[in-house]
């Protein structure tokens, strides 16, 4: 019984790997109508909950005395969210499952935000991938790797990544997938003009860039016990509510009609965008309630995905944020810092001056020389990597 074998460290990194997977992969099964994606969140979905019950298990037997108590309250808290974050990915692939229409916004934002997941087809073998991306899902022949622990790769393979635009194109490009630029085409509806004044797409486009920066920046203030940005989730929870109703008002009263099932799946997706971003806040509220602890702290340090906070020295000082080409080296920006408060989202024209912060995001590298290199390229820039405001 996996109540026994495990601990609840061993469990609570299952659970937030296992959950920012399923969100994911459940998005690429929108974006690109894959059944295959969806049947396997829905799986992933299962093996959640059953890890949420041998955890909440397996931490009531532990508790002995009351700061055990505090910390158990803790981890509760952090399981739940994260299985909320499970169910909503799993609402979200049963819009593919079923077979419900899936409105072209969907697909366009589904992949948005600075961040891409799509399937690339390998064409050679190699033994690892040197670019920051992080695998979630390979086919090879009639079986399925979730989530592989090494990235090896064999020729024919099918592989579900995600990571910036820049590095998921390095990874293409290794494999001899040359059809990746048509793909990517085909998801940049949210940034063309099109879009422009349409208040369904706007509204579903800043849904989903909320609450994907509000996961990002949870799992940041509770790595690092982080209030200052705890409590800027907490307080976008209510924006989040506001442009969820909005994005809701907007579907139902969109001057081109859709059919009844069309509307559902906008419902849905919605619906779940929502419920993510209710779950970043309770996470937050765990940092702002002093449930955090050293166990989750290292709990979600041993991740694929890694926060990093970058202050900019005066060589980078009147540049503008996409001038540094931080996407080339596969950083995904989050948010930036001045003066004590945080601009979130981050326009890619912002002027970065010195003293600025910026909050960054990557999956990390197999290799330790890999990230050593990343760390390097980062200070040539004029930014200064550090765990601790002064």
Request: hydrophobic share 40%; aromatic share 6%; net charge negative.
């Amino acid at each position: 019984m996996a109540l026994y074998r495990e601990t609840v460290r061993d469990i609570l990194i299952k659970l937030r790997r296992y959950a920012s997977i399923a969100v994911d992969l459940s998005l690429y099964s929108i974006a690109f109508n894959d059944k295959t994606a969806a049947m396997e969140t829905l799986r992933l979905e299962d093996r959640i909950d059953h890890y949420y019950r041998d955890l909440l298990a397996k931490t009531s037997i532990a508790i002995r005395s009351p700061d055990q108590a505090k910390l158990a309250l803790g981890i509760y808290e952090v399981a739940h969210s994260l299985d909320i974050i499970s169910d909503s990915a799993g609402d979200l692939a049963s819009i593919v499952i079923m077979e419900y229409p899936v409105h072209e916004y969907i697909r366009a934002v589904a992949n948005c935000c600075g961040e891409l997941v799509v399937l690339v087809k390998s064409r050679k073998s190699l033994r690892e991938l040197p670019s920051m991306v992080d695998i979630l899902l390979i086919k090879r022949g009639d079986s399925y790797i979730l989530a592989p622990s090494k990235a090896r790769v064999e020729d024919g393979d099918s592989i579900v990544v995600r990571g910036s635009v820049d590095a998921v194109l390095e990874v293409a490009s290794l494999l001899g997938d040359d059809s990746i630029m048509r793909i990517i085409d085909e998801v940049k509806p949210t940034i063309t003009m099109g879009w422009v004044g349409d208040d369904l797409a706007s509204s579903l486009l800043r849904l989903k860039s909320l609450t994907r920066q509000m996961l990002d920046l949870a799992f940041h203030a509770l790595i690092y016990n982080d209030e200052s940005l705890a409590k800027i989730v907490a307080d976008m929870e209510d924006t989040v509510d506001q442009v969820y109703y909005e994005a809701l008002y907007h579907t139902y009263s969109a001057s081109t009609p859709q059919s009844a099932r069309e509307m559902v799946s906008l419902s849905i997706f919605i619906k779940s965008l929502e419920a993510i971003g209710d779950a970043a806040a309770r996470l937050s509220l765990s940092v702002l309630r002093g449930y955090n602890s050293s166990l989750i702290e290292e709990v979600l340090e041993e991740q694929e995905e890694v926060y990093l906070k970058l202050r900019a020295t005066g060589k980078a000082s009147g540049r503008k944020l996409s001038s540094l080409n931080l996407e080339d080296l596969g950083l995904i920006t989050v948010a930036l810092g001045r003066d004590g408060s945080w601009i979130i989202p981050v326009d890619p024209e912002h002027s970065i001056y010195e003293g600025d912060i910026i909050l960054v995001k990557y999956y990390k590298p197999e290799r330790l020389d890999s990230e050593k290199s990343l760390i390097s390229k980062i200070k040539s820039l004029g930014l200064e990597p550090f765990e601790e405001e002064e």
